[in-house]
């Protein structure tokens, strides 16, 4: 009788850890599950060309995920930055097409380095001024972000009167001509934007984990006021966050209109639920708090391959974006369960080292 009340407990425990490291485990399940389904109801689902393009279309999510990951660890939202795609795609158009007119005839024009310099900045104002509206005029984060979702769409249909930047190949006398190859061209047999996808995940992996600003957007989402009182500068940390974000859409809208060669101010729709869709997936937390890079990149390869994968197999896109939904709405049950069975297990364990 003794041993039969002794050992039920612990097997109840250890099937709760299995249960917690397979829900925290379940997006690299996800991912495999998504790769055997379509390896077998996709032809050529896992040939080389078609595994380069949907890396291409994952890198575009990803870069967004990435940023987003960070707001929401703090406990925000950025509903903007598909728009801000759209608005940084155009300013790249206008630059490369027509440069800044200082007037009386005479216009600078940029190299391909510094289109892309100018561009990012743009991303980054954007950023800043959400989080300005944020941290100093305390507007909400939904809120805030939604706004400037419209304001930026507005301001890139302006740019053009809602009409196409066509044939942005460049100009060789301004150094422009390279231009395309931020979306188009190879280094090493990879794409380049591949390698700044590799670039940028490593360096928002290392701040996350690896320095002082990383503890404290985990800190911010988790307690903030907690971690106000104990010295965090919350408000630099949000601004951080959000400009952060506007940085990866303005890439993502540099990026886009290199590879179309050709910039429209519809571009990025809905990008920002693709980017929101990824993160949680990965495993950051609506709440705030928790979440890594790592799981955030993985997330994204399993949107973008459900993504491709339906089309591949000829599914209709209205029944593609039933499948994305059930998809965000999975994620977020999960990270509940997830979430409440560390409760319990934290709790069981504060009993036993109680007794």
Not at 13 to 18: H, L, Q, R, Y
Not at 149 to 166: I, K
Request: glycine fraction near 12%; charge should be positive.
């Amino acid at each position: 009788m003794t041993l039969m009340s002794e050992s039920a407990p612990a097997k109840s425990g250890s099937n709760t850890n299995w249960l917690l490291l397979l829900l925290k485990a379940r997006t690299f399940v996800a991912l495999l599950l998504v790769l055997a389904f379509f390896s077998v109801m996709a032809p050529n689902f896992l040939s080389t060309a078609n595994a380069i393009l949907v890396s291409k279309h994952v890198a575009i999510n990803a870069f967004l995920a990435i940023g987003m990951t960070f707001v929401i660890i703090t406990g925000g939202i950025d509903l903007s930055v598909g728009s801000v795609v759209g608005l940084t795609s155009m300013v790249a158009g206008w630059l490369v097409l027509n440069g800044i007119d200082v007037g009386l005839g005479w216009s600078i024009q940029f190299n391909t380095f510094e289109i892309a310099a100018i561009v990012c900045l743009a991303g980054v104002f954007v950023g800043w001024i959400n989080g300005i509206l944020i941290t100093r005029l305390n507007v909400a984060p939904f809120i805030a972000t939604l706004g400037m979702l419209y304001v930026a769409r507005g301001a890139a249909l302006l740019f053009s009167g809602g009409r196409t930047f066509p044939n942005l190949n460049g100009n060789p006398e301004y150094g422009s001509d390279t231009f395309p190859l931020i979306g188009t061209g190879n280094f090493l047999g990879l794409p380049v934007m591949i390698w700044m996808l590799i670039a940028v995940a490593l360096g928002a992996a290392y701040i996350a984990s690896r320095t002082p600003l990383g503890r404290q957007i985990y800190a911010t989402g988790g307690n903030e006021r907690g971690a106000a009182l104990s010295g965090v500068r919350v408000n630099r940390v949000k601004m951080f966050v959000y400009m952060f974000a506007g940085l990866m859409a303005a890439i993502v809208g540099l990026i886009i209109a290199s590879q179309l060669r050709a910039a429209h101010p519809a571009t990025g729709e809905f990008f920002e639920l693709n980017a929101i869709a990824a993160a949680v997936l990965g495993g950051t937390s609506m709440s705030g708090g928790r979440g890594r890079i790592a799981g955030t990149i993985i997330g994204a390869f399993v949107i973008g391959i459900l993504s491709d994968g339906l089309v591949m197999m000829g599914v209709s896109s209205f029944w593609q974006m039933v499948v994305k939904g059930l998809v965000i709405i999975a994620a977020v049950v999960i990270d509940q369960a997830q979430s409440k069975l560390q409760a319990r297990v934290a709790l069981a364990q504060e009993v036993a080292l109680s007794k």
